[in-house]
T-cell receptor, first 111, second 112 residues
Framework: DAGITQSPRYKITETGRQVTLMCHQT?????MFWYRQDLGHGLRLIYY???????DKGEVPDGYVVSRSKTENFPLTLESATRSQTSVYFC??????????FGPGTRLTVT | GENVEQHPSTLSVQEGDSAVIKCTYS??????FPWYKQELGKRPQLIID?????GEKKDQRIAVTLNKTAKHFSLHITETQPEDSAVYFC???????????FGGGTRLMVKP
């Protein structure tokens, strides 16, 4: 589990501000994912990336932007934060046999 | 798209009893089915998974069964302990895709 980290762990921001959540993995996994977790909705995929410079939308991509310039990093940006984006955000990477490993999560509050 | 239904949403058992959580999926091409355990305030952690070429897999007190014809799979926990209390998520991977679709989760409470 120490192979995938997220920062910050907690963030409070105001509506309309831009905020970037960081994700870093040390396994050199090709695939990386961003999920949000809200009460009553389980885990929902925001974006995923199959490799550096390859990204694709998940179930709930609106309001989010991702990039993947290096294999080990997969930042998630909220360009103009809204209260509905208050959530816990999990980054994950995928091993050779489809198993996904989750980061510790970032608890984001938008006021 | 892929849909995964998970039942029950909450499950309360007495310590030492067995617990069973069931999931159904919609895409017959799905070929990988993991289960995750999430303790309060922690990340989801993979506890067991099964692929479509096997019908059952065991790891100590936990087991997963897969019925491809009926498109459902189940998690079985025997001799439950208080530390088994957590939220459990099932998921399914689409064969043609690269994404896991998660069930809604089951909150398991094991009473000592």
């Amino acid at each position: 589990d120490a192979g995938i980290t997220q920062s910050p762990r907690y963030k409070i921001t105001e509506t309309g501000r831009q905020v970037t959540l960081m994700c870093h993995q040390t396994w050199s996994h090709s695939y990386m994912f961003w999920y949000r977790q809200d009460l009553g909705h389980g885990l929902r995929l925001i974006y995923y990336s199959a490799a550096a410079d390859i990204t694709d939308k998940g179930e709930v991509p609106d309001g989010y932007v991702v990039s993947r310039s290096k294999t080990e990093n997969f930042p998630l940006t909220l360009e103009s934060a809204t209260r509905s984006q208050t959530s816990v955000y999990f980054c994950a990477s995928r091993g050779d046999w489809h198993e996904q490993y989750f980061g510790p999560g970032t608890r984001l509050t938008v006021t | 798209g892929e849909n995964v239904e998970q039942h029950p949403s909450t499950l309360s058992v007495q310590e030492g009893d067995s617990a069973v959580i069931k999931c159904t999926y919609s895409d017959s091409a799905s070929n990988y089915f993991p289960w995750y355990k999430q303790e309060l305030g922690k990340r989801p952690q993979l506890i067991i998974d099964i692929r479509s070429n096997v019908g059952e897999k065991k790891d100590q007190r936990i087991a997963v069964t897969l019925n491809k014809t009926a498109k459902h799979f189940s998690l079985h926990i025997t001799e439950t302990q208080p530390e088994d209390s957590a939220v459990y998520f099932c998921a399914a991977l689409m064969n043609a895709g690269n994404m896991l679709t998660f069930g809604g989760g089951t909150r398991l409470m094991v009473k000592p």
